[in-house]
């Protein structure tokens, strides 16, 4: 009799140290996303910086200006990597021969809005001090929703 009572104690103990080991181990498969995790909405409009990252390392509160007239894009960049030090990329949908005519002055932020807006580009920054020029998608108009269904 005091054997069987022996044998229940460890069972007893064995129950409770596996319901503490499973309690404060939880397992691995149940982590729930991070912030990481989880992707961001990106900006795809005209003139709109990207910066997933935090990569960029140049100070778009500089004021730049920029006067250039049916001259290529590539133009108007050089004049705004003269005060920021930036390197220019281009996707092969960007001709960077296209001819852009602006006359902007003011923060590098608001000179390459307006930029991008007249060439009809974006902006992804690639490094400390590298950006490259991606075709900007065009908002879409939304149609109103029909009309729900007339009741008979």
């Known amino acids: 009799m005091a054997r069987h009572g022996q044998i229940l104690a460890a069972i007893a103990l064995l129950t409770v140290g596996f319901a503490l080991t499973a309690v404060s181990s939880p397992p691995a498969w149940a982590k ?16 709109s910086i990207t910066d997933v990252k935090h990569l960029l390392q140049v100070d778009l509160d500089r004021q730049v200006s920029v006067d250039v007239s049916s001259l290529p894009i590539e133009v108007a960049l050089h004049q705004v990597s003269a005060v920021l030090g ?14 852009v005519t602006l006359t902007a002055q003011g923060s590098a932020r608001s000179v390459l809005k307006a930029l991008g807006k007249a060439a009809n580009v974006r902006f992804e920054v690639g490094g400390p001090t590298q950006m490259r020029l991606v075709p900007a998608r065009s908002a879409e108009r939304r149609r109103p929703p029909p009309p729900p269904p007339a009741k008979p």
């Open 86 to 99: 930036l390197e220019w990329g281009y996707t092969k949908e960007v001709d960077h021969n296209k001819p």
């Open 32 to 47: 729930a996303p991070g912030t990481k995790d989880v992707m961001q909405p990106v900006d795809t409009s005209a003139g």
